[in-house]
């Protein structure tokens, strides 16, 4: 995906959050009582997923949410992310709200901010201001990042909607569609190359074997998750083409690395080859042109441009729409006129 479920999160490094030894006159007792009655802010079944998850660490061993603490046992919390992670500032930035009531906000995202907090990013998110503009926000009770009313994302540099639940009823409804693939989500991408008509890109995603950073797509399916991407050609200019995308499913840097595997990545994405003149004429004037316009991007050109779901509150269904960033138009409307010269 350009967009990805957070029940799809994986786990690798772990760190270590919390450390407690037991007292020499502890009773023995279950884990998850034991850590329940010492974490401040945390259910007992998040407790028992973290046990699960192979989160619970006692004397430097995975635990299983039965296991007994014993007197002078060391017992440890540890999670896929550094410590500082853990922590939510709430941060006064403006969100561009396009619809609010009881139940959900959804917001327009800006390229270039990154939704929730993560290595390397702990201010200036989404997720920061999420926390300042709107009280007690739900998290999922298997979210331990700190991503409080997200059911999904999408990438820093991609600009465009999310829903935002407000209510616990409302995040595990959005999350049940979000799951089961039900909601409408259509993004615009430009990309690289002259395509035709319609299509549908298939090919399971995953990490890339000789970079974790990106996805790679893995044709015999013994690799990575299904992943469906319908496209439709809105407006050719010869060198590149405007592509509305209708995701059917939901994986990291979907829509970006789907079009790099038909030898059409999206323009000006540096991860999947975009960023450089993949297709036109080797004339200083053409690549002064196309360098101008990679400058109006942040990185790649996508717009998360169609949201739709069922309400979590009325069960009606409904559909929001963001046109696309000025600049994203300014684009388009550069090649236009480039073309007919």
Same mark, same amino acid.
């Given at each position: 995906?350009?967009?990805?479920?957070?029940?799809?999160?994986?786990?690798?490094?772990?760190?270590?959050?919390?450390?407690?030894?037991?007292?020499?006159?502890?009773?023995?007792?279950?884990?998850?009582?034991?850590?329940?009655?010492?974490?401040?802010?945390?259910?007992?079944?998040?407790?028992?997923?973290?046990?699960?998850?192979?989160?619970?660490?006692?004397?430097?061993?995975?635990?299983?949410?039965?296991?007994?603490?014993?007197?002078?046992?060391?017992?440890?919390?540890?999670?896929?992310?550094?410590?500082?992670?853990?922590?939510?500032?709430?941060?006064?930035?403006?969100?561009?709200?396009?619809?609010?009531?009881?139940?959900?906000?959804?917001?327009?995202?800006?390229?270039?901010?990154?939704?929730?907090?993560?290595?390397?990013?702990?201010?200036?998110?989404?997720?920061?201001?999420?926390?300042?503009?709107?009280?007690?926000?739900?998290?999922?009770?298997?979210?331990?990042?700190?991503?409080?009313?997200?059911?999904?994302?999408?990438?820093?540099?991609?600009?465009?909607?999310?829903?935002?639940?407000?209510?616990?009823?409302?995040?595990? #409804?959005?999350? =049940?569609?979000?799951?089961?693939?039900?909601?409408?989500? $259509?993004?615009? &991408? *430009?990309?690289?190359?002259? %395509?035709?008509?319609?299509?549908?890109?298939?090919?399971?995603?995953?990490?890339?074997?000789?970079?974790?950073?990106?996805?790679?797509?893995?044709?015999?399916?013994?690799?990575?998750?299904?992943?469906?991407?319908?496209?439709?050609?809105?407006?050719?200019?010869?060198?590149?083409?405007?592509?509305?995308?209708?995701?059917?499913?939901?994986?990291?840097?979907?829509?970006?690395?789907?079009?790099?595997?038909?030898?059409?990545?999206?323009?000006?994405?540096?991860?999947?080859?975009?960023?450089?003149?993949?297709?036109?004429?080797?004339?200083? #004037?053409?690549? =002064?042109?196309?360098?101008?316009?990679?400058?109006?991007? $942040?990185?790649? &050109? *996508?717009?998360?441009?169609? %949201?739709?779901?069922?309400?979590?509150?009325?069960?009606?269904?409904?559909?929001?729409?963001?046109?696309?960033?000025?600049?994203?138009?300014?684009?388009?409307?550069?090649?236009?006129?480039?073309?007919?010269?």
């Amino acid at each position: 995906m350009e967009e990805e479920n957070i029940l799809d999160s994986n786990q690798e490094d772990l760190y270590e959050h919390y450390k407690f030894k037991a007292d020499p006159g502890q009773e023995i007792t279950r884990i998850d009582k034991f850590l329940f009655e010492r974490l401040p802010n945390t259910s007992r079944n998040k407790i028992q997923i973290a046990a699960k998850n192979g989160n619970l660490v006692v004397n430097t061993s995975k635990v299983k949410q039965n296991y007994k603490v014993k007197p002078g046992d060391v017992v440890a919390l540890v999670l896929p992310y550094p410590v500082r992670e853990i922590e939510l500032i709430p941060e006064d930035i403006p969100i561009d709200i396009i619809h609010e009531d009881s139940s959900i906000a959804v917001v327009h995202k800006k390229a270039g901010m990154v939704v929730h907090p993560g290595h390397g990013n702990y201010s200036g998110t989404l997720v920061n201001a999420l926390k300042f503009h709107f009280d007690n926000l739900p998290e999922m009770p298997t979210d331990y990042f700190g991503r409080p009313g997200l059911v999904h994302r999408i990438d820093k540099n991609t600009s465009g909607l999310l829903v935002i639940a407000k209510t616990e009823l409302a995040l595990t #409804k959005l999350a =049940k569609q979000f799951f089961e693939k039900s909601t409408e989500r $259509k993004y615009v &991408a *430009l990309v690289w190359g002259d %395509l035709e008509g319609k299509g549908t890109i298939s090919g399971h995603i995953g990490r890339a074997k000789k970079n974790r950073k990106v996805m790679a797509v893995y044709e015999d399916g013994e690799e990575g998750k299904p992943a469906v991407t319908h496209y439709e050609v809105l407006e050719q200019f010869g060198y590149v083409t405007l592509v509305e995308c209708a995701l059917e499913t939901g994986r990291t840097h979907q829509i970006r690395v789907h079009f790099k595997s038909i030898g059409h990545p999206l323009f000006n994405d540096a991860e999947y080859g975009g960023n450089k003149i993949l297709k036109g004429m080797k004339t200083s #004037k053409y690549s =002064k042109f196309i360098e101008n316009n990679f400058e109006y991007f $942040k990185g790649q &050109a *996508l717009h998360a441009k169609t %949201l739709g779901f069922i309400h979590p509150e009325t069960s009606a269904k409904v559909s929001y729409t963001s046109e696309l960033p000025d600049y994203f138009e300014s684009v388009l409307k550069r090649f236009r006129d480039y073309c007919i010269k």
